[in-house]
């Protein structure tokens, strides 16, 4: 693939308070992308609907970064844990409008912890609010714990990363309860809790709980950022290059 054509990551970024609110974002999130072939770029929480569609209508792929956590009562899903540290509501609002176009314009997507759990509440999910109060189990998910998570078979994680299992860096307490209809669970933890999901009827839409971009360079993980990138590479060409494209489905017909 020639510089030009390699494709374009948007990437999400954090949100400082207060009266000029700032964008940033942790160059790990970046850098994974880059030696997975793409050219990220960071977006900041501005615009409304129309220009994020605009925006995704541009690029070729996306990544829903790492974060805090949810308003939930903002999104209507009851009062929000006292435990919580809600992003930003400029964020959270542009966030959400922001992962359900991109799940209506099929854009390649990978969720990662805060991401993965956004595109859970915008598929029709529930959340965790604080793991220690509303879950069972006794595995430490915060702090960059080190554990194992188990691959559904047959999902696109386990196609993608060859494995069975994996060990992941998590630094959450919030997290996935219920995933909505259409959606599939793609990985757990030893005690059950959802580590992953994605969307069978999109091209690439995936959710990992863990942080992939905090494993060891060299690792299953880069496959994850290497099959984000070649999904959005494809719907570049296509985007690029509508009349071939239309030439091969023709032949497939």
Not at 217 to 238: C, N, W
Request: glycine share 12%; proline share 7%; with cysteine.
């Amino acid at each position: 693939m020639i510089d030009s054509e390699r494709p374009l990551i948007a990437i999400n970024g954090e949100m400082s308070s207060g009266e000029n609110p700032q964008v940033s974002l942790k160059n790990r999130y970046a850098d994974a992308v880059l030696k997975a072939g793409g050219v990220p770029v960071v977006i900041p929480p501005v615009g409304g609907p129309s220009d994020i569609r605009r925006l995704l209508e541009r690029v070729d792929g996306l990544v829903l970064s790492g974060g805090d956590d949810f308003d939930t009562a903002r999104l209507g899903l009851g009062p929000t844990h006292a435990a919580a540290k809600p992003v930003p509501q400029a964020k959270q609002d542009f966030d959400v409008a922001l992962a359900q176009a991109a799940l209506e314009l099929k854009v390649p997507t990978l969720g990662i912890c805060y991401g993965m759990q956004l595109l859970g509440l915008v598929g029709g999910g529930t959340l965790y609010q604080h793991l220690p109060e509303e879950w069972s189990g006794k595995q430490l998910h915060s702090g960059g714990a080190l554990h194992e998570v188990a691959l559904e078979p047959g999902s696109r994680i386990a196609r993608v990363v060859d494995r069975a299992t994996l060990e992941v860096v998590s630094r959450h307490h919030q997290a996935v309860r219920e995933v909505g209809a259409g959606w599939r669970v793609a990985a757990r933890d030893a005690e059950g809790l959802v580590e992953a999901l994605e969307l069978p009827s999109h091209p690439f839409l995936v959710g990992v709980q863990w942080h992939p971009e905090l494993a060891p360079e060299g690792t299953a993980h880069d496959r994850l950022f290497r099959a984000l990138v070649f999904a959005a590479a494809a719907r570049g060409i296509q985007r690029r290059y509508p009349e071939a494209t239309a030439v091969v489905g023709a032949s497939k017909a």
